[in-house]
């Protein structure tokens, strides 16, 4: 199951403020109710009931992805509501002016990677009589083996997006850098194709990966290593959340929230040897491409071998940085 840290604390703050125990402190704050006013342009108030962890929450307490005040968030949901409703207990109408109203959420429970967002899956109102509030975490996976599409934006043509496909491959190679020569390490290759070009060709696309994302994150050209600072490698074997295969995701810096920014996840089939030598490392070699050379851009196929690869690298097709790992047991 998905972590909730931050509720986690959230409960061992309040069991500790009232001599509870985690579980009744948990319960408490599932019952424990409160009012909420919305109040919608020109409208009177509306009054609802809400738990007190759905405060918490309408608050921006666990809120990822977006600001309480966003138009996808629970508070802007609510108040556009109309104050007429059928009950989605009795399916009797109801109203929330005179009516005392609960309030019923399904929220998508936050993963950094697989779902960076705690957006609203479900929304009802109730008659007070036929149900308690209640916020609901559901965990909602998205990933998908296979390329992982990506959107790049032009340069010269900031209203232009590119479809561009990531792929992922670990692999062991022997790398040279700086003259000397590596013994055999895990390597991620991470290799981009041009879906959609709007008519500007796969060159110029390629170039814009290259000069907004590649180059400005660090990644060098050989015989340099760059290092990829803003970047995070997250490695998860088989079993993770109840993810049946190991799984692989790019994360590119933060956002205003501190939240882990991702590029793309996509579920592998890892090498165990690939695997076992991740053990113990805090940071993983990056290999990503291709680059332009001379105006022209050189296919990477997935069956190339390690030492194609690597000639690849010498010949400037491909760019290296470190990555810090996360390897989560």
Request: aromatic share 6%; glycine share 8%; net charge negative.
């Amino acid at each position: 199951m998905v972590e909730y840290d931050y509720l986690k604390s959230r409960v061992r703050s309040y069991a500790a403020a009232h001599g509870l125990t985690y579980q009744q402190a948990q319960q408490r704050l599932r019952d424990d109710t409160t009012i909420y006013k919305v109040r919608a342009t020109g409208q009177p108030p509306v009054e609802y009931v809400i738990s007190t962890e759905m405060a918490a929450f309408l608050s921006g307490e666990g809120l990822h992805g977006m600001g309480p005040s966003d138009r996808e968030s629970l508070n802007s949901q609510l108040i556009q509501l109309p104050p007429v409703y059928e009950c989605g207990t009795c399916g009797e109408p109801g109203d929330a002016h005179d009516d005392a109203t609960t309030i019923r959420a399904v929220i998508a429970a936050y993963e950094p990677d697989l779902n960076p967002v705690t957006w609203v899956q479900d929304l009802s109102r109730h008659h007070a009589r036929c149900a308690p509030p209640r916020l609901v975490w559901k965990q909602l996976i998205a990933l998908t083996s296979g390329a992982q599409r990506v959107c790049v934006t032009g340069g010269t043509h900031r209203d232009i997006e590119a479809a561009c496909d990531l792929t992922l491959r670990p692999l062991v190679m022997a790398t040279m850098f700086d003259d000397q020569l590596r013994s055999a390490e895990p390597v991620l290759l991470v290799t981009a194709e041009v879906v959609d070009d709007h008519g500007l060709g796969t060159v110029y696309w390629l170039n814009q990966l290259e000069h907004q994302w590649w180059r400005p994150d660090g990644f060098a050209d050989h015989p340099s290593r760059g290092y990829a600072a803003n970047w995070s490698i997250r490695v998860e074997e088989a079993g993770r959340d109840g993810i049946a295969s190991p799984w692989i995701a790019i994360r590119y810096g933060t956002d205003h929230a501190g939240d882990p920014l991702p590029l793309c996840a996509a579920a592998l089939d890892i090498p165990a040897p690939w695997l076992g030598l991740l053990r113990g490392r805090k940071e993983l070699l990056v290999l990503v491409g291709p680059i332009t050379v001379a105006g022209e851009a050189e296919s990477i196929p997935p069956d190339l071998t390690p030492r194609q690869i690597g000639a690849m690298l010498k010949h400037g097709s491909l760019v290296a940085a470190d990555a810090p790992l996360i390897k989560v047991a």
